[in-house]
């Protein structure tokens, strides 16, 4: 059975500072799919990135960036300077080749950033 | 390009009534998914529909089912509501695979009194 726990229920910073959402995974799948997807208030789920399971290469994006290490199974979400805008819940989501489409997702983390 | 369009945004419901949530996906996009976000479960998978067939279903009593049209577009159907029903359904479209990233609508907020 594939598992996602974020262990982080609420993260709370001042603007501009650095933060890091943990993500722990669980699978026994050898091919699997992980991302990071970000729901602001208004509802929508809006994807922010995707990794192969083969592929550990870590990513930046702008003031995003994502550290993959398998042997820790772990994928987390680091965002530099933190803005307002960035306040929202993140969830961290697993698909595995065998259930097609089909996400697990994780709790998900609050993220407050302050002004 | 438009996104995945949810219809209706909101619908209050009784007990015991049937509720019919409408979906349609990005356009090219023919798998089309369907989870229910709930404050104590979570977001939670109920069905992934391509080319008219569900392919996979998620652990949800039979009173939840959906279809798929022709055109890619999907509905979800829940018969004998319970109150435990009330949230949010999002349905998500994507290309077919695993890696595919699923692009979300603004889901339907489903309450039951």
């Known amino acids: 059975a594939q598992k996602v726990t974020q262990a982080q229920t609420e993260i709370s910073v001042v603007e501009k500072e650095d933060v890091t959402l943990d993500c722990v995974y669980e699978?026994?799948?050898?091919?699997?799919?992980l991302f990071w997807y970000k729901q602001p208030p208004s509802g929508e789920l809006v994807f922010l990135i995707r990794r192969n399971s083969f592929d550990e290469q870590n990513e930046i994006s702008g003031r995003y960036s994502w550290n993959f290490q398998k042997s820790t199974s772990s994928f987390n979400f680091t965002i530099t300077a933190s803005q307002v805008v960035d306040s929202a819940v993140y969830f961290c989501a697993l698909s595995v080749r065998e259930y097609g489409n089909k996400l697990v997702f994780g709790a998900g983390t609050i993220l407050r950033v302050k002004s | 390009k438009a996104g995945v369009t949810q219809t209706p945004r909101y619908l209050i419901k009784t007990r015991g009534q049937q509720v019919t949530l409408s979906c349609s996906p990005i356009s090219g996009h023919r798998s089309v998914s369907w989870y229910q976000q709930t404050p104590g479960q979570g977001l939670q998978f109920l069905f992934e529909?391509?080319?008219?067939?569900?392919?996979n279903k998620g652990n949800f009593p039979g009173r939840f089912s959906g279809r798929q049209f022709s055109n890619s577009r999907s509905e979800m159907n829940v018969s004998t509501l319970e109150l435990g029903d009330s949230a949010l359904y999002l349905c998500?479209?994507?290309?077919?695979?695993?890696?595919?990233?699923?692009?979300f609508g603004d889901g339907t907020r489903l309450s039951i009194l």
């Open positions: 529909y391509f080319s008219e067939t569900q392919r």
């Open positions: 699978t026994r799948d050898t091919t699997y799919y």
């Open positions: 998500a479209s994507s290309l077919p695979g695993p890696n595919q990233p699923q692009h």
